[in-house]
């Protein structure tokens, strides 16, 4: 049997929530999202919702919510009355933590930040808001139906309403040069005073970008180009108190996601709605759960047979110590090797350590028991994560 999490090495229980569905389909995107220009019967998903939470709650009962995502796809597209139900069902199920955070993924359009104050009345505590850019030539590239203006009013928008919010940001994007970036990121951070999201374009297969780099008709900055956006990046939000918690995440300390933070923390967390992932703890251990993607489907199957899971996997040793460390490494806390040693069953090969530390990709913390990886070899990250789990 897979090992449980056990104090002190409980990460929390989440539940992340998706809403696939969006008005357009970025050209970068490849999460599992859906156009459906005929409208959304939002009273028959709440309903899927519940049925599918009231599954999951069998599946691991007893548990207190510590965090909730709402992401996509848009949740902004759906009413603060939808959200309220969700919110509501999950209450049905699991006790709320009275500090539990409520995030929810927005667009900056006019027509979504109009929903803002009902979100917050349904008891959404925290927003993320979809930036991508500051540049308007640049948001027209990336597909987005905002401007620059609108995003601007939305984040204002977001700081009257809610204690916490965030804002996401693309850079490496076509034609970017460093002294462009290190000037959109000075402005970005003087609007984000606790925490930004910053994430290297990367060409995903499927999507709309891939198909034009593989036709020669979209340019990236190279490697040398990306690697220097990635220092200025660390350089920048360091200068502002903004240090990387995560290798794509900046805040200040104590304002870090904490939703996110249990997922890499290698955390217990229910994924309900159409294509959400999970990791639930049961009476058979560790398992890994991933629900239909299509969203018509997924009801018919939630409608059916009360849950839309179509692959439940269980999780050995070497599988839980691999998705630790790939989870774990891309945290500035760095991981407890009691941990990998607890879920893997063995310890790290002391020489593949040893040679890690003389290369600078990876350090011990200065209590002398986590190890972390070096700004040197985040750049590296996977490659590390591989030796390490050799």
Same mark, same amino acid.
């Given at each position: 049997?897979?090992?449980?999490?056990?104090?002190?090495?409980?990460? %929390?229980? &989440?539940?992340?929530?998706?809403?696939?569905?969006?008005?357009?389909?970025?050209?970068?995107?490849?999460?599992?999202?859906?156009?459906?220009?005929?409208?959304?019967?939002?009273?028959?998903?709440?309903?899927?919702?519940?049925?599918?939470?009231?599954?999951?709650?069998?599946?691991?009962?007893?548990?207190?919510?510590?965090?909730?995502?709402?992401?996509?796809?848009?949740?902004?597209?759906?009413?603060?009355?939808?959200?309220?139900?969700?919110?509501?069902?999950? $209450? +049905?199920?699991?006790?709320?933590?009275?500090?539990? +955070?409520?995030?929810?993924?927005?667009?900056?359009?006019?027509?979504?930040?109009?929903?803002?104050? %009902?979100?917050?009345?349904? $008891?959404?505590?925290?927003?993320?808001?979809?930036?991508?850019?500051?540049?308007? +030539?640049? @948001?027209?590239?990336?597909?987005?139906?905002?401007?620059?203006?609108?995003?601007?009013?939305? !984040?204002?928008?977001?700081?009257?309403?809610?204690?916490?919010?965030?804002?996401?940001?693309?850079?490496?994007?076509?034609?970017?040069?460093?002294?462009?970036?290190? #000037?959109?990121?000075?402005?970005?951070?003087?609007?984000?005073?606790?925490? @930004?999201?910053?994430?290297?374009?990367?060409? +995903?297969?499927?999507?709309?970008?891939?198909?034009?780099?593989?036709? &020669?008709?979209?340019?990236?900055?190279?490697?040398?180009?990306?690697?220097?956006?990635?220092?200025?990046?660390? *350089? !920048?939000?360091?200068?502002?108190?903004?240090?990387?918690?995560?290798?794509?995440?900046?805040?200040?300390?104590?304002?870090?996601?904490?939703?996110?933070?249990?997922?890499?923390?290698?955390?217990?967390?229910? $994924? !309900? &709605?159409?294509?959400?992932?999970?990791?639930?703890?049961?009476?058979?251990?560790?398992?890994?759960?991933?629900? *239909?993607?299509?969203?018509?489907?997924?009801?018919?199957?939630?409608?059916?047979?009360?849950?839309?899971?179509?692959?439940?996997?269980?999780?050995?040793?070497?599988?839980?110590?691999?998705?630790?460390? @790939?989870?774990?490494?891309?945290?500035?806390? %760095?991981?407890?090797?009691?941990?990998?040693?607890?879920?893997?069953?063995?310890?790290?090969?002391?020489?593949?350590?040893?040679? @890690?530390?003389? #290369?600078?990709?990876?350090?011990?913390?200065?209590?002398?028991?986590?190890?972390?990886?070096?700004?040197? $070899?985040?750049?590296?990250?996977?490659?590390?994560?591989?030796?390490?789990?050799?």
């Amino acid at each position: 049997m897979s090992a449980l999490i056990l104090p002190p090495f409980d990460a %929390g229980f &989440g539940v992340y929530v998706h809403w696939p569905f969006c008005q357009a389909k970025c050209p970068y995107c490849d999460f599992n999202s859906h156009v459906r220009r005929a409208g959304i019967d939002e009273a028959r998903f709440v309903a899927a919702f519940r049925r599918e939470l009231q599954h999951m709650r069998e599946m691991a009962p007893g548990r207190t919510v510590s965090s909730i995502f709402f992401g996509g796809g848009t949740p902004s597209l759906m009413k603060p009355e939808t959200v309220g139900g969700i919110l509501e069902a999950i $209450g +049905e199920n699991w006790a709320i933590a009275p500090d539990c +955070e409520i995030s929810l993924e927005a667009n900056p359009t006019s027509v979504e930040a109009g929903r803002f104050r %009902g979100y917050r009345a349904a $008891g959404v505590n925290r927003v993320s808001l979809g930036v991508q850019a500051l540049n308007d +030539e640049h @948001l027209k590239a990336l597909g987005r139906l905002h401007n620059v203006a609108e995003a601007l009013v939305a !984040i204002s928008t977001a700081a009257s309403i809610f204690e916490r919010y965030s804002f996401d940001l693309i850079y490496a994007r076509p034609g970017q040069t460093v002294e462009a970036w290190r #000037e959109e990121l000075v402005e970005a951070l003087a609007h984000a005073p606790t925490h @930004l999201s910053l994430y290297q374009l990367t060409i +995903e297969e499927g999507t709309a970008f891939h198909a034009l780099h593989a036709a &020669g008709k979209l340019a990236i900055p190279d490697d040398d180009t990306a690697r220097a956006l990635f220092d200025t990046t660390q *350089e !920048i939000c360091s200068k502002f108190g903004m240090p990387a918690y995560e290798v794509s995440n900046h805040a200040k300390p104590g304002h870090e996601c904490r939703h996110n933070l249990l997922y890499w923390r290698y955390g217990e967390y229910a $994924g !309900i &709605g159409p294509g959400a992932h999970g990791r639930l703890v049961t009476t058979r251990g560790r398992r890994a759960f991933a629900t *239909e993607k299509s969203p018509e489907a997924w009801l018919d199957y939630v409608e059916r047979d009360g849950h839309g899971i179509v692959s439940d996997e269980a999780l050995d040793h070497e599988a839980e110590g691999d998705e630790f460390l @790939l989870m774990g490494l891309r945290l500035s806390e %760095g991981i407890d090797p009691d941990r990998f040693r607890l879920l893997r069953g063995r310890d790290f090969e002391a020489s593949r350590v040893e040679a @890690l530390v003389e #290369e600078n990709l990876i350090e011990f913390c200065p209590d002398h028991r986590r190890l972390r990886v070096t700004r040197a $070899g985040f750049p590296v990250l996977d490659a590390i994560v591989a030796d390490l789990a050799a």
